[in-house]
Nanobody, 114 residues
Framework: QVQLVESGGGLVQPGGSLRLSCAAS????????MYWYRQAPGKQRELVAG???????NYADSVKGRFTISRDNAKNTMYLQMNRLKPEDTAIYYC????????WGQGTQVTVSS
């Protein structure tokens, strides 16, 4: 059974940091490109960052220099280190794994507010 389970979300003040994790199971993680998406209330889901199976990364302009995506293939886990968080980063963050098919996690809420 394929599972992507996000964790690490929560409430943080502007300027703070959070680290999201995405634990994968049920498929060959090392073969898949992995992505973080987010969806804010009333907005479409948007790509935040991606990492290929060989470690190449890409970021949305809005998070470049603040967020870092990484993966640990030995642990079948992907991470998103989020620094200097802003209120506009508030959203549900989703983990996505993609090769020929794609898989989604259930999401984790990130709220940036004072």
């Amino acid at each position: 059974q394929v599972q992507l389970v996000e964790s690490g979300g929560g409430l943080v003040q502007p300027g703070g940091s959070l680290r999201l994790s995405c634990a994968a199971s049920g498929f060959t993680f090392i073969n898949y490109a992995m992505y973080w998406y987010r969806q804010a209330p009333g907005k479409q889901r948007e790509l935040v960052a991606g990492i290929t199976n060989t470690g190449s990364t890409n970021y949305a302009d809005s998070v470049k220099g603040r967020f870092t995506i990484s993966r640990d293939n030995a642990k079948n886990t992907m991470y998103l280190q989020m620094n200097r968080l802003k209120p506009e980063d508030t959203a549900i963050y989703y983990c996505n794994g993609r090769r020929i098919v794609e898989y989604w996690g259930q999401g984790t809420q990130v709220t940036v507010s004072s």
